[in-house]
Each structure stands twice: as C-alpha cells, then as structure tokens.
C-alpha cells in the first residue's frame, strides 16, 4: 500500500486548495526475491525513458527498476503475455489472478471516472513465491471526478473501461464475466456500504453531476508535473 496524508497549500500566504500528499510507488522490500516484480501499464509515448515491453499486440508495460533482483525483463514479459494470453482468450483462470484485487481496482477507476484507466499509471504487481498478479497500488487520479471536461471530453458517465485506443482489455472483459460480477457484488455489499448496489450508484449521480461542468475550471491555475 502507499502511504498518504493531506495538506492544506497557501503559497504566498493566499489557500491554494486541499492536496493529498502520498509516497511514490516502489517495489517493497519483500520483492528482494528473484521471482517478483512490480510493473506499470502505460502509453508509448512515455516510453523512452523508462525499461519496458509491448506484448504482442503491442499493449505497453514499464517495469519498475526499484528492486535490482527482479526477474529478466524477458520472463516478466512472457509471464505478462501469458496473463493477457488467459484472459482476452476468456479462459479466466482466477488462480492466476487476485479477483478481489482487480475488482476493487475496477469499481474504484468506474465510481471516479478515472479517464487514465487502463491506459497509463496502473500498476499490477506479482508478490514473492505466488505464482499470481495483483492489481494496484492505485495511482494517479488527477484526470477523475470531471477533470478531462477541460480538455474536450463530453461524456464524463461514459464507460472507462477503454476509454482510450490504447487501452488495457483486461477489466472490460473481466466484467462481463460472472465470477468477476460475484466479487464486485460481495464488494459493494461489505458492511461498509449501508444500501444498495444501485442505491449508492444513485447516489453517486447525484452527488457528482451538478458539478462536472466545473471539472478543470474550480481553479484558475495548473501545477505541472514537473513542479
């Protein structure tokens, strides 16, 4: 998991909004052993300066460097291949894959309308001795909750399955499938939730639509990444 801490921002003594401070995403210490590795989906335009692969159809994975006892970057892309392999083949094969992970990754990127889903800064991660990837830690979530209007999007309801061209197939397929449907349910239907599936999607709508037309224009300034 990753760390993280709220922070109020005044520069030059004027309230500049409320940021989340986190920890950057590294390979943890457990990751010393040969056979874990940490990895990130992201888009071949930010390629180039960082150790990565594309799988056959060209979808592109960066790995990690923090842990110097990972695994060759050919065996972590064959076993990557072999992932993608299983499930856009829709032989599902959950022995190989964390449902529970990949679900709560899934509900959080729909409910946030996360438009940099399954395109760019998505980790999946395969732990020591377990010969099965995990999806997480989550990242990267400044194009969400209406952001991508300031950039020309119309839909912010839309699908975020694949939103993008480039986009990983991995959770658009996962959720049609009906183990997959079981997990998300057994999620939303957790103590934590007090109502219902389509209750807290209700909600949901109603409390965020009145508000995406502001989305990227609440502020009248940008921080860059470089900053």
């Known amino acids: 998991y990753v760390t993280s801490d709220w922070g109020k921002l005044y520069i030059n003594g004027e309230y500049r ?10 390979a943890f210490k457990s990751f010393s052993a040969d056979d874990s590795f940490l990895v990130m989906k992201e888009t071949e335009s930010r390629l180039s300066y960082q150790p990565h692969f594309l799988l ?3 979808t592109a994975f960066v790995i990690r460097p923090d842990s110097k006892k990972s695994p060759s970057m050919e065996n972590i892309k064959s076993y990557i291949q072999s992932i993608d392999d299983m499930i856009s083949g829709g032989n599902i094969d959950y022995d190989k894959i964390d449902s529970e992970s990949f679900a709560i990754q899934f509900l959080l990127d729909q409910i946030s309308c996360n438009s940099d889903a399954n395109n760019t800064s998505q980790y999946f991660y395969k732990p020591s001795s377990e010969n099965k990837l995990y999806a997480g830690p989550c990242w990267d979530y400044d194009l969400s909750y209406g952001e991508p209007l300031e950039y020309g999007a119309q839909d912010p309801f839309q699908d975020f399955t694949n939103y993008h061209a480039e986009c990983l197939d991995w959770f658009s397929i996962l959720a049609r499938d009906g183990i997959f449907k079981v997990e998300i349910a057994q999620i939303l239907s957790e103590k934590a939730f007090t109502f219902s599936p389509g209750e807290y999607i209700g909600i949901h709508a109603r409390l965020f639509r009145g508000i995406y037309r502001l989305g990227g224009k609440i502020r009248d300034y940008n921080i860059s990444k470089k900053e």
């Not at 909004?17 to 590294?26: A, C, V």
């Open 56 to 58: 056959d159809d060209g």
């Open 17 to 26: 909004g409320l940021y989340l401070l986190t920890d950057r995403i590294q």
